[in-house]
């Protein structure tokens, strides 16, 4: 085959594999979209049967969304949360842009166009609006990336919006939060969403704080090297001194190299700052009063974290968990254990790993450490609140003779506790902290206690292995 051949067969090749991922695109585009079309009729399904509860308390009425997407979130493995704000995503996708549904479902846009389009057309006030918005917007997003169609989308809806911006930004201010997402290799992210001079404001001065560090650091090293060249020139002076003048210059020389220099980036250095100072800093605002003792200033924060004994030894080096979330690294667990005031020891089984007993003997806060050693976090299926911020239910209701044991407790978060009752879910425990829970269509789903993971202590060095055993 001559080259020309092989290029043309090279491209006839590239031409089909092309071919092929923009089919199988289109056909992930049609089931997606035809998934979101089935959570549109569900959150359809919830209206009505919250119209029928015209009459009942605001509390009743959230009970059909919540208990609806716990359904769909366990079958699926993912939180309900996230499943209800699909649920609502969905519904307004599917009829409010019913256009831009459909091109997805052609397989002529994907998910990410969709989000732009839905997002960028959130603040638009009637239907009308968001008509012309759809129209000027849809013909774009079918020759773009959802990245670029993101600029052009606002600058659509700005021109379509009667609202101004000044109304749209008090508005957009109330849902300010912040949130962590867990990383690998025992990091995890810290996000905050505010307004953007605020947000701008705090970058700037972690930039500026940064650059004085490094400026700092510049310095330090500066004037060390220049004591190292006066320490040269000395030495060079006085190479026909006595053996003790040498002697005292090479005291010197172990003095400079003692001197530490920052290495770490301006990323490095603006996290660490960050993280400094909202764990130890004061507000500039405090509205407690006398509600709490020493105001904000004086909260500290707190966090659960499994250690296991031969990890603080040094015999293995990992099984460190963070309120059952994430992993942390071992130097990090042990400085933890090395300020912390006290232990809850935790006794596992030595085969399976499940947790036996802790000890201490004072009878409900005995079982509350079990219990949070235990089940670590909410034990409603794909929930990860820490068990510390939950409620300890009673399977069986205390008020109709369920005994106040471990065997009858467990930890369930304020919004699933009050999903277990108001909605109708029935939950069995089984021996070994095992659930069973049936939710109000029927299906039934089972929730185990997390798993531990047993480690081994690490093999002795070779040089150690190979001696001999005493006698």
Same mark, same amino acid.
């Given at each position: 085959m001559?080259?020309?051949?092989?290029?043309?067969?090279?491209?006839?090749?590239?031409?089909?594999i092309?071919?092929?991922?923009?089919?199988?695109? /289109?056909?992930?585009?049609?089931? $997606?979209? %035809?998934?979101?079309?089935?959570?549109?009729?569900a959150?359809?399904l919830?209206?009505e049967?919250?119209?029928?509860?015209?009459?009942?308390?605001?509390r009743?009425?959230?009970m059909?969304?919540?208990?609806?997407?716990? /359904?769909?979130?366990?079958?699926?493995?993912v939180?309900?949360?996230?499943?209800?704000?699909?649920?609502?995503? !969905?519904?307004? &996708?599917? &009829?409010?842009?019913?256009?831009?549904?459909?091109?997805?479902?052609?397989?002529?846009?994907?998910?990410?166009?969709?989000?732009?389009?839905?997002?960028?057309?959130?603040? *638009?006030?009637?239907?009308?609006?968001?008509?012309?918005?759809?129209?000027?917007?849809?013909?774009?997003? %079918?020759?773009?990336?959802?990245?670029?169609?993101?600029?052009?989308?606002?600058?659509?809806a700005?021109?379509h919006?009667?609202v101004?911006?000044?109304?749209?930004?008090?508005?957009?201010?109330?849902?300010?939060?912040v949130?962590?997402e867990?990383?690998?290799?025992?990091?995890?992210?810290?996000?905050? =969403?505010?307004?953007?001079v605020?947000?701008?404001?705090?970058?700037?001065?972690?930039?500026?704080?940064?650059?004085?560090?490094?400026?700092?650091?510049?310095?330090?090293?500066?004037?060390?090297?220049?004591?190292?060249?006066?320490?040269?020139?000395?030495e060079?002076g006085?190479?026909?001194?006595?053996?003790?003048? $040498?002697?005292?210059?090479?005291?010197e020389?172990?003095?400079?190299? /003692?001197?530490?220099?920052?290495?770490?980036?301006?990323?490095?250095?603006?996290?660490?700052?960050?993280?400094?100072?909202?764990?130890?800093?004061t507000?500039?605002?405090?509205? &407690?009063?006398?509600?709490?003792?020493?105001?904000?200033g004086?909260?500290?924060?707190?966090?659960?974290?499994t250690?296991?004994?031969?990890? *603080?030894?040094?015999? &293995?080096?990992?099984?460190?968990?963070?309120?059952?979330?994430? !992993?942390?690294?071992?130097?990090?667990?042990?400085?933890?254990?090395?300020?912390?005031?006290?232990?809850?020891?935790?006794?596992?089984?030595? =085969?399976?790993?499940?947790?036996? !007993?802790?000890d201490?003997?004072?009878?409900?806060?005995?079982?509350?450490?079990?219990?949070?050693?235990?089940?670590?976090?909410?034990?409603?299926?794909?929930?990860?609140?820490?068990?510390?911020?939950?409620?300890?239910?009673?399977?069986?209701?205390?008020?109709?003779?369920?005994?106040?044991?471990?065997?009858?407790?467990?930890?369930?978060?304020?919004?699933?506790?009050?999903?277990?009752?108001?909605?109708?879910?029935?939950?069995?425990?089984?021996?070994?902290?095992?659930?069973?829970?049936?939710?109000?269509?029927?299906?039934?789903?089972?929730?185990?206690?997390?798993p531990?993971?047993?480690?081994?202590?690490?093999p002795?060095?070779?040089?150690?292995?190979?001696?001999?055993?005493?006698?």
């Amino acid at each position: 085959m001559t080259g020309d051949e092989q290029r043309e067969a090279d491209a006839l090749r590239t031409r089909e594999i092309v071919a092929e991922a923009r089919r199988l695109r /289109e056909v992930i585009a049609a089931a $997606e979209a %035809e998934l979101e079309r089935t959570h549109a009729e569900a959150y359809e399904l919830v209206q009505e049967q919250t119209d029928r509860l015209r009459d009942a308390s605001t509390r009743e009425r959230e009970m059909p969304l919540r208990s609806m997407a716990a /359904e769909l979130a366990v079958d699926a493995r993912v939180s309900d949360r996230t499943v209800q704000s699909r649920l609502f995503e !969905a519904h307004r &996708t599917v &009829t409010q842009y019913s256009a831009t549904w459909e091109a997805w479902r052609d397989g002529r846009l994907s998910r990410a166009h969709v989000r732009v389009i839905v997002d960028g057309g959130a603040g *638009l006030p009637d239907g009308e609006v968001r008509a012309a918005y759809e129209h000027d917007v849809l013909a774009y997003a %079918e020759t773009t990336s959802a990245a670029r169609l993101r600029s052009y989308a606002e600058q659509v809806a700005e021109k379509h919006n009667p609202v101004t911006m000044q109304e749209r930004h008090d508005e957009a201010v109330q849902s300010r939060r912040v949130w962590v997402e867990d990383l690998s290799d025992g990091m995890s992210m810290l996000g905050a =969403i505010g307004p953007s001079v605020e947000v701008h404001g705090v970058y700037d001065r972690l930039t500026r704080q940064g650059k004085a560090v490094k400026a700092a650091d510049r310095i330090a090293r500066r004037e060390a090297a220049e004591r190292e060249i006066e320490r040269e020139a000395a030495e060079r002076g006085a190479e026909d001194r006595e053996i003790e003048g $040498e002697a005292a210059t090479r005291g010197e020389r172990e003095a400079v190299g /003692e001197v530490w220099f920052d290495q770490r980036t301006m990323d490095q250095i603006r996290t660490d700052l960050l993280l400094d100072m909202m764990l130890t800093s004061t507000p500039s605002v405090d509205a &407690t009063g006398d509600v709490v003792e020493g105001g904000l200033g004086a909260i500290r924060a707190h966090v659960q974290v499994t250690v296991p004994a031969t990890s *603080l030894a040094g015999t &293995t080096t990992g099984g460190a968990e963070l309120d059952g979330k994430c !992993a942390v690294d071992p130097d990090t667990a042990k400085i933890l254990a090395g300020n912390a005031p006290g232990f809850d020891r935790v006794f596992l089984d030595p =085969i399976g790993g499940a947790v036996l !007993a802790v000890d201490r003997r004072h009878a409900t806060a005995a079982q509350k450490r079990y219990l949070m050693a235990r089940d670590v976090r909410c034990r409603f299926p794909g929930c990860r609140r820490p068990a510390r911020e939950c409620d300890w239910d009673h399977r069986v209701d205390y008020a109709l003779g369920g005994r106040t044991d471990v065997e009858n407790l467990g930890a369930f978060c304020k919004r699933h506790h009050t999903l277990k009752h108001a909605a109708g879910w029935t939950v069995v425990q089984h021996p070994g902290g095992r659930l069973q829970f049936t939710a109000p269509s029927g299906l039934e789903y089972t929730d185990d206690p997390p798993p531990r993971v047993m480690f081994t202590p690490d093999p002795p060095p070779p040089e150690l292995a190979a001696e001999p055993a005493p006698f």
